[in-house]
C-alpha cells in the first residue's frame, strides 16, 4: 500500500481536522473513533507516515515500536480496563480491508466486542 499524504489521520496529525484526543506521546497519537464500534473506540497512530503494520515493522525504530505499546499500556490504565480487557486490531492490506493508508490500531472496550469471525 502506497502512503497517501493526504489521508484523513495525516490531516489529523498536520491539525487540519480535529480528533478528540485522548494520550499523545512522542510517536503516538491516540484519538476517540468518530464511528465507534464499541463503548470505548479509540485510533491510535504513529505520528510518522507509515502505511500498514508491514511497513511499520520494517521501516520504524525501535523507539517508535516502544512508544506504540507504551501507548497501549497508558489507553489501558486510563480506561481503567486492565480486568475487563479489551481488542486490539490492525488490519492490512485489501485481504485484510484496510481503508486508510497509514498505520492504525483499533483499541476496543467497555462492552463484550464479540466473536472474532463469524464462520
Do not use: W
Not at 511499520?56 to 490504565?77: D, G
Amino acid at each position: 500500500m502506497v502512503y497517501d499524504k493526504n489521508n484523513i489521520f495525516a490531516k489529523i496529525l498536520r491539525d487540519e481536522v480535529e480528533a478528540e484526543k485522548v494520550y499523545e506521546n512522542e510517536h503516538v497519537l491516540c484519538f476517540k473513533d468518530i464511528y465507534p464500534k464499541s463503548k470505548i473506540h479509540v485510533l491510535v497512530i504513529p505520528k510518522k507516515e507509515y502505511s500498514d503494520i508491514y511497513d511499520f515493522s520494517k521501516n520504524s525504530t525501535n523507539k517508535e515500536k516502544e512508544s506504540i505499546f507504551l501507548a497501549f499500556e497508558s489507553l489501558i490504565k486510563i480506561y481503567n480496563i486492565e480486568i475487563s480487557g479489551c481488542r486490539i486490531i490492525t488490519n492490512h492490506g485489501v485481504d485484510g480491508r484496510q481503508e486508510v493508508p497509514h498505520l492504525h490500531f483499533h483499541l476496543l472496550a467497555g462492552n463484550d466486542v464479540g466473536r472474532m469471525i463469524n464462520n
